[in-house]
Structure formats: C-alpha cells, structure tokens
C-alpha cells in the first residue's frame, strides 16, 4: 500500500493552486470572501412567462452590477427548461458576458442539448450533474453537444469514473468541471490532477457573515472535516499531503456508534 496522496497516484498535480468559484445568490457576500467567480442559481422558468424572463435578466443584472465587469458570471437552471426558452433567455442574457449557462434541459433530452447547440453557437454549454456512468458523456461529445462536462463525482461512479469522462473530454478538447468538486477531498483531489478541471466548484449552502471554516456542509461539531480544505480569497493553494484522500476519522462521528 502507497501512503501517498490520491492525487500524486493520479500522476501529480496538474497545478500550483485552484481557482474557485461561488455558487449561490448571495453574490455580495461570496465577493466579500474573495471569490472571483460566481454562480447564480436560475429563479424563474417557463412556466411564469415573459415576466419571469425579465425577473432573470434582472437579477442577473443585478449580480453583474455587485461584482463588476472583471469578475466571471455563470448560471444554473437546474433542468427547468426547454429549447426555446433556454434559447430566448440566453439571448436576451447575452449583453451580461454569462460565461457559461448550465444544466438548461433534463439530461436524457440529448435531441434537445443538440437543437440548443445548433441555435446557440457563441454560447458556452455546460452540463452533467445528473448524467450517470461515463457513456451519455461520450455521446454528448459525439454529437458537440457540450463545452464544459461537469459529474458529480459521487453519483457518476466515483473517482474511476471521473477520470474516464475526463479523458474523453481532454481528446475532444473540452474541459471538466465537477459539480460542488471545490468542497471535498474526493473533487479536490481530482482536479488537483486532471489538466483539463482548471475551476472547481464551491457551493455555499451557509448564511452571510458565517465564515467558510465554520459552514455546515464542510464542517463537523468539533471542526472542518478531516481532508476537506476551504478556499481562501477564492483559490485552493495548499495540497493535500496525507495518504489517500486524507480523510480521518473524528471523535464526535464516532459518538452515535458508542454503547
């Protein structure tokens, strides 16, 4: 047995350091914590018309207002729509430099992904989360579907699987991008190696002013949970030196076992 990191046994790190991003709405908040790049999560779809249109570009305006021309701006739909009113919202988006939208269609509608391919080529299309096992990501490169692939790594079959779709992204010359990779060991220690996952994700699910040490999602009773590292002013700098994905196993967890 190797007592080396996960990503030393990938073939090393790919990168001095990772550059994160925000996702979440308090967009004045994350900028206070120094992040650069920031994630929105979509409010409106079709179902609430040209009203809900003008809500979405409003509150994208709004956050492309907060954090300034320099800072890079995303968003999330969350499976919510379908090819025209992704097609009409991106459009009418275009003026805010989205770098990408993401997650527009349900994953099994790969017709649709192409049509929205088709009629928005200036865009940049990101997608994944809900995709399982490597082989729809290879038929969405097949078809050119997609510019970023982003798998949840506990979902899509674990780390194997993510090299597998990490592989087939870097010969087609796409990038990868995990979904929340920013915020656990498994994700960090994966885009610590591929060269083709230059951001990971941070996803806060905390309030404003609760420091990202003290998060519920990256913390414990006692403290952050073992291996898990926090980004700091929006970068991940400091790899990981213990065996493995430098887990740990602390006290308190073990408590609701004890007798």
């Known amino acids: 047995m190797q ?13 001095d350091r990772i550059f994160c991003y925000a996702t979440g709405n308090d967009v004045d908040w994350y900028k206070e914590l120094g992040f650069r790049a920031f994630k929105l999560a979509c409010r409106h779809g079709p179902a609430d018309g040209l009203e809900g249109l003008k809500k ?25 729509f379908d090819v025209e009113y992704t097609v009409q919202l991106a459009e009418r988006l275009r003026p805010y430099g989205l770098k990408w939208i993401e997650e527009y269609l349900i994953p099994e509608d790969e017709d649709g992904h192409a049509e929205v391919r ?47 779709i990490a592989h087939m992204a870097e010969a087609a010359g796409k990038q990868v991008c995990l979904h929340g990779g920013g915020r656990d060991p498994y994700g960090q220690h994966f885009t610590w190696a591929m060269p083709n996952t230059p ?28 291996g898990a590292r926090v ?12 065996s493995g994905f430098d887990l740990g196993i602390e006290e308190d967890q073990l408590k609701p076992f004890s007798f």
């Open 3 to 15: 007592d080396r990191p996960v990503y030393e046994l990938l073939g090393g790190p790919a990168r």
């Open 199 to 226: 951001w990971g994700e941070f996803y806060i699910g905390s309030d404003p002013g609760v420091p990202l040490e003290e998060a519920a999602d990256v913390s414990t009773s006692s403290g952050r949970v073992a």
């Open 56 to 80: 979405n570009e409003e509150h994208v305006a709004q956050a492309r207002q907060v954090i300034g021309a320099e800072a890079e701006l995303m968003l999330d739909c969350y499976m919510a």
């Open 118 to 164: 088709r009629r928005l080529p200036w865009m940049t299309l990101a997608a994944g989360e809900h995709f399982y096992t490597p082989f729809p990501y290879q038929r969405m490169l097949n078809r050119g579907c997609l510019d970023i692939l982003q798998p949840d790594i506990h979902w899509v079959g674990g780390l194997t699987a993510c090299v597998k």
């Open 231 to 242: 980004p700091v002013d929006g970068w991940l700098d400091t790899l990981p030196q213990g």
